[in-house]
């Protein structure tokens, strides 16, 4: 039997970032983005066989994006596209594993939409978009918050007036599921032992963060929360606040919800901080040219991280590895090193060779000898949100 191709698509409100994925070939066929969609300037980006080109679209919408991409993606595969899967934020304690998309499900994601009001509209403008382009496609949804429906209770409720979580589901959901499970796999794989009876302690790192305790296969606690807010310093988020900042700068400044929700999400974390940027290599440079707020939310970022770590460690019965992965994770020694040292009661040390040459996609055991693993593991959402799409199909 051939091996399949299988179009990935992760929709946000002017985006959509796509991958076309075979189930045998390691890189990606067709991978590209289309940005700043519904305005004059919107453009479809995208890499083929090691060249890249560009299409302006001006005005076009998700659907125009997606029509400009089907014969992109036919001349690639030759007219052999088996399925397309769909990135969704949030699928609630509805969804525990990807699903095929057809009424009842896009309904159920809908539902789903007050929980993450940013993503999972945009997430069903491309579903619905797709549907009408590739009718006789199947279709499957696959979520980040799916992995971490295994979450115990103890570790998922908030301790609020139950009425809360019953009547409106404000819980702890998790994200970056995707990546989680990917890179726990395939360190499981890198380091020899059995997946369904490991292990992990899992950092992702970009302009959004979070980390994860993995157990025999499954998520057992995760930092991120009801929203993607919670937890670790991020690129633009604040991560964890004392609760009662909202009522704080109401009072003292007369902040409105909104004002406080923009500046939390959007006006926080590394940028914050640094008041420079959001992008830790820009950081990084910085703090070598004695620029103190790059130095000081460099500092918070590594040191938040690794309260996180230990507190994840909490749900382990044991420890086979730290994982580091996502664009900081992968690409910075000096973050890894950093948060690292502050673990010192997990008996964690780097071999400092072996952490400088893990960058740019190299993935590799980058612990010293005689100390626990830590390894950086290269994520690959789309290939993941490709396999789950595969096993349905297959199902």
């Known amino acids: 039997m051939p091996s399949r191709n299988i179009l990935v698509i992760n929709c946000g409100s002017s985006s959509i970032k796509f991958a076309l994925v075979n189930e045998e070939q390691p890189d990606f066929i067709l991978s590209g983005l289309a940005e700043r969609l519904a305005s004059p300037e919107a453009v479809l980006h995208w890499q083929h066989n090691g060249e890249k080109d560009s299409l302006l679209l001006q005005g076009g919408d998700h659907r125009t994006a997606l029509q400009h991409l089907l014969p992109l ?5 030759g007219g052999q596209l088996h399925g397309i899967g769909h990135r969704v934020v949030h699928g609630g304690e509805h969804f525990t594993a990807a699903c095929r998309i057809d009424t009842v499900s896009l309904l159920a994601i809908r539902a789903t ?13 491309g579903i619905e978009a797709a549907l009408k382009l590739f009718p006789e496609l199947p279709q499957v949804a696959v979520f980040d918050t799916a992995f971490h ?20 589901g404000v819980r702890r959901y998790g994200f970056h599921g995707t990546s ?25 790192l970009g302009n959004g963060c979070s980390t994860c305790a993995i157990v025999d296969g499954q998520s057992r606690d995760t930092s991120m929360g009801l929203t993607p807010l919670e937890g670790l310093v991020m690129g633009t988020r604040s991560g964890d606040v004392d609760p009662n900042l909202h009522g704080h700068l109401a009072r003292t400044l007369g902040w409105s919800l909104e004002q406080i929700d923009a500046m939390l999400n959007k006006d926080s974390g590394l940028l914050g901080l640094s008041g420079l940027s959001n992008d830790m290599r820009s950081l990084e440079q910085a703090r070598e040219q004695g620029h103190a707020g790059a130095t000081l939310a460099i500092e918070v970022f590594c040191y938040r991280l690794a309260k996180s770590l230990a507190a994840m460690s909490c749900a382990l019965p044991q420890l086979d590895g730290l994982i580091f992965t996502g664009g900081i994770g992968e690409n910075s020694p000096l973050i890894r090193s950093k948060t690292v040292e502050h673990l010192k009661l997990f008996n964690l040390t780097l071999d400092a060779q072996a952490n400088a040459r893990c960058i740019r996609g190299v993935a590799g055991a980058i612990g ?3 100390h626990p693993r830590v390894l950086v ?3 690959n959402e789309e290939r993941q949100i490709a396999l789950d799409t595969l096993a349905l199909l297959t199902a």
């Open 73 to 77: 993606v036919q001349n690639a595969t």
């Open 113 to 125: 939409s007050p929980l993450a009001p940013l993503h999972n509209p945009a997430n069903l403008q």
């Open 149 to 168: 429906q295994s979450l115990p209770e103890h570790a998922y409720r908030y301790a609020v007036p139950e009425q809360l979580y019953r009547e409106h």
């Open 180 to 204: 989680h499970r990917y890179v726990s796999q395939r360190a499981a794989e890198m380091a020899g032992v059995p997946y369904a009876a490991s292990s992990w302690l899992s950092a992702h």
């Open 368 to 370: 010293a000898e005689g």
């Open 377 to 379: 593991v290269p994520t």
